[in-house]
C-alpha cells in the first residue's frame, strides 16, 4: 500500500504563488496525479507525472522526484476561485498487472484578498 | 461527452435501513471505481471494476456493502443495513484502464446522510 502525506491546509493571497508537497512511500509506482475539489463537488484532473521533472499547465505545475517519493503542484498568480482541496494520489501496480491510484487526504487552500 | 453520472445526489435514511447508489460512467470506458469520502479526507477505494469483474474489493465490508456492475457498463453500490458511521459521500469513478495517463473522470457523488 501507500503512505502519502500533505499538508492539511494552506492559506495565500491573491495573486501570489503557492506550492502544495505531497510526499508518499510506495512500491510499483506508476505515477502521481493531482486533483482539485471544491467544496460539494467531484475531483477534476489536475496533472500527471510519471518521469521526474516538471509538467508546466497554464498557472498550474507539477513537480515529481522519484528517488525522493516527493511531488508539489505549484500555482501561479492565485485567484479566488482556486481555494479548494487539492488532492494528491499515488499510482501503483495492484494485483494481477492493475494500475490502482490511492489518495492522499487533500490541502485545503484558502486564497484570500 | 456526457461524464460519469451519479444518482441519487443526497440520501438521508435511518440506521438500519437499505440504501442504493447508481452510476453510469463515461461511455467506453471499462474501468469503474467506488469510492468513499469522509469530510476532510480524500477519497478512499472501495471496490475497482474491470467490465464487469470485480477485483480490488478488499476495502468493501462485505457483511453490509454489496456492488455489482452487470454488463460491465452501469454499477449500483448496496448497503444493508446502513449505519451511523456511512454518512459519507460516495463517489463513482471511471477511467479507460490504460496505465499510460488513466486519470479518473468523477461523478458529483451521493451524500448520504444516516439518522
Known amino acids: 500500500g501507500q503512505n502519502i502525506d500533505q499538508p492539511t491546509e494552506m492559506t495565500a493571497t491573491e495573486g501570489a504563488i503557492v506550492q502544495i508537497n505531497c510526499t508518499y512511500q510506495t512500491s510499483g509506482f506508476n505515477g502521481l496525479f493531482w486533483y482539485q475539489q471544491h467544496a460539494g463537488e467531484a475531483p477534476t484532473f489536475l496533472s500527471y507525472?510519471?518521469?521526474?521533472g516538471l509538467e508546466e499547465k497554464g498557472r498550474f505545475s507539477s513537480f515529481l522526484s522519484r528517488s525522493k517519493g516527493y511531488s508539489y503542484l505549484l500555482l501561479k498568480e492565485l485567484q479566488m476561485k482556486d481555494s479548494a482541496s487539492y488532492l494528491c494520489?499515488?499510482?501503483?501496480?495492484?494485483?494481477?498487472?492493475?494500475?490502482?491510484?490511492?489518495f492522499g487526504r487533500g490541502t485545503s487552500l484558502i486564497v484570500h484578498p | 461527452e456526457a461524464g460519469v453520472v451519479q444518482s441519487p445526489r443526497y440520501k438521508i435514511i435511518e440506521k438500519k435501513q437499505p440504501v442504493a447508489f447508481w452510476c453510469n460512467p463515461i461511455s467506453g470506458h471499462n474501468t469503474l471505481y467506488w469510492y468513499l469520502q469522509n469530510l476532510g479526507q480524500g477519497p478512499e477505494l472501495l471496490i475497482r471494476?474491470?467490465?464487469?469483474?470485480?477485483?480490488?474489493d478488499s476495502q468493501l465490508p462485505k457483511d453490509r456493502f454489496s456492488a455489482e456492475r452487470l454488463k460491465g457498463v452501469d454499477s449500483t453500490l448496496k448497503i444493508q443495513p446502513a449505519e451511523l458511521g456511512d454518512s459519507a459521500v460516495y463517489l463513482c469513478?471511471?477511467?479507460?484502464?490504460?496505465?499510460?495517463?488513466?486519470?479518473?473522470?468523477f461523478g458529483e457523488g451521493s451524500r448520504l446522510t444516516v439518522l
Open positions: 471494476y474491470e467490465n464487469e469483474e470485480a477485483v480490488d
Open positions: 507525472n510519471v518521469l521526474d
Open positions: 494520489a499515488v499510482r501503483d501496480q495492484g494485483r494481477g498487472g492493475s494500475y490502482i491510484p490511492t
Open positions: 469513478a471511471s477511467s479507460t484502464g490504460t496505465p499510460s495517463t488513466g486519470e479518473l473522470f
